[in-house]
């Protein structure tokens, strides 16, 4: 299974896991970081190397960050660099860190970054756009007075 760790700007990922706690559950192989105001970069580093060496299974580690081109970010792809199995993903919302949690367990590095990038797309809509996709059937439903 791959493992994640989340990381974000003060209580991002605190709150993020917690979320995902109540919507999926208590995940294995998953850890959050959140980086206060006060944590140093230096601190930041030190708690994700403890994060990945307690949760390595050895099939790949995720990233999840909040901010491209933010510490976490920046300090995660610095981690990234000393290997081949790790993966750096930025802009995490609810829907993908969900979804992916589910999904990891039959992907590997690259279906993970793939299918990530395309549940977080998915996550950001707004209701006028949904509504305008399911006008025609209810249109077609009004009409034929169905």
Do not use: W, Y
Not at 14 to 24: D, K, N, P, T
Not at 84 to 113: W, Y
Not at 114 to 126: F, S
């Amino acid at each position: 299974m791959l493992a994640v760790i989340l990381s974000g700007h003060g209580a991002f990922a605190s709150g993020m896991a917690q979320a995902v706690h109540q919507v999926i559950g208590e995940q294995d192989q998953f850890r959050f970081i959140d980086f206060p105001e006060q944590m140093t970069t230096p601190q930041l580093e030190a708690a994700m190397r403890q994060a990945m060496e307690e949760i390595d299974s050895g099939e790949g580690i995720v990233f999840l960050t909040d901010l491209l081109g933010g510490t976490p970010f920046r300090t995660a792809s610095l981690l990234s660099q000393a290997r081949q199995d790790i993966e750096v993903i930025t802009g995490t919302n609810m829907q993908m860190t969900a979804e992916m949690l589910l999904e990891r367990d039959a992907l590997s590095l690259l279906e993970f970054r793939n299918l990530a990038l395309e549940c977080g797309h998915r996550g950001i809509t707004c209701l006028a756009v949904e509504m305008a996709a399911k006008a025609p059937l209810s249109t077609m439903v009004a009409d034929d007075g169905i």
